[in-house]
């Protein structure tokens, strides 16, 4: 059975750091002024709707979420950020679901508001 690939690249062109979400794995990345991060996802099951990659932006945040059956790597100029793409699990079933109950939502709120107070000490 073969593997399918998508890789997304992510730029941030402001002046101000902001928030990269890696879902659901609920990784952070701080994503510094003027750079850009890849991520690829690669999965069993091809990426195509509803198995799709979802982008949310926000003030200070950009959120990706992977599909059922996939798991990830980022990366930031050539290096692997966080965990490695074999150490990474594989998005399990039931994502839509939490997605709509706004379960990522809730939680990555209070995850940010307490990074975001750690930088300002």
């Known amino acids: 059975m073969s593997e399918y690939e998508v890789s ?3 730029s941030n062109e402001r002046e101000a750091a902001t928030s990269f979400i890696l879902e659901p794995w ?4 701080r994503m510094e002024p003027h750079t ?14 509803p198995h799709t990659v979802e982008v ?3 003030v200070n945040q950009i959120t990706v979420y992977a599909w059922e059956g996939c798991t990830a790597a ?3 100029n050539g290096e692997e950020l966080g965990t490695d793409i074999e150490s990474r699990p ?17 939680t990555m709120n209070d995850v940010l508001v307490e990074e975001r107070q750690k930088d300002s000490r």
């Open 36 to 49: 850009k991060l890849t991520v690829c996802f690669c999965s069993l099951i091809p990426p195509s709707s």
């Open 8 to 10: 997304l690249t992510f």
């Open 56 to 58: 949310e932006y926000g």
């Open 74 to 76: 980022l990366f930031q």
């Open 26 to 29: 609920g990784e952070i990345y």
């Open 90 to 106: 594989r998005v399990p079933q039931g994502l839509e679901t939490l997605k709509s109950m706004g379960f990522f939502h809730a």
